[in-house]
Each structure stands twice: as structure tokens, then as C-alpha cells.
């Protein structure tokens, strides 16, 4: 999948809803390829970019978690 700027806007944007409406929600980059309907270096490049933004946290086992100050994501 080739996305243009605005669409991987729109996708990150997505996507941080996804989190930050569902709090306890998990994904590792197969759980997002799935879910998202991208490839591989799609899902991480959103995810890194969520990282990056401070709205996630990766776990020691490679999942994709809400970050929340102050508390240890390591799962």
C-alpha cells in the first residue's frame, strides 16, 4: 500500500484515537497489519511515529501499549 502524506496523517490520527479510546488495548505489528489494513513498514512507521509522540510505549516483548507516565511498560 503506497499512502500520500495526507493519508498517513489521517492514519496516525486514526490510530492514536484507536489508543487513546481504548486504554487497555495491546498491539504487536501483526495485530495492527490486521487491523490497520497496512503493510508491515506502514504499521511500524505509524507506530514508531506514536512512540515518537509520546502517546505509546513498547513493551519489552515487542507489543504496542498506551503510555502512561510514571508506570513501567514493561510486560
Known amino acids: ?14 490510530r492514536q484515537g484507536d489508543f487513546l479510546e481504548r486504554p487497555a488495548l ?3 505489528v501483526r495485530d495492527a497489519e490486521r487491523r490497520f489494513g497496512a503493510d508491515r513498514e506502514t504499521c ?6 506514536l512512540v ?4 505509546l510505549a ?4 515487542g507489543g504496542y501499549v ?3 507516565p510514571g508506570l513501567a511498560h514493561a510486560a
Open 66 to 68: 498506551r503510555f502512561w
Open 44 to 49: 511500524e512507521a505509524v507506530l514508531g511515529t
Open 52 to 55: 515518537n509522540a509520546g502517546v
Open 26 to 28: 495491546r498491539l504487536t
Open 1 to 14: 500500500m503506497t499512502l500520500d502524506s495526507s493519508e498517513i496523517v489521517a492514519l496516525v490520527m486514526r
Open 58 to 61: 513498547r513493551s519489552d516483548d
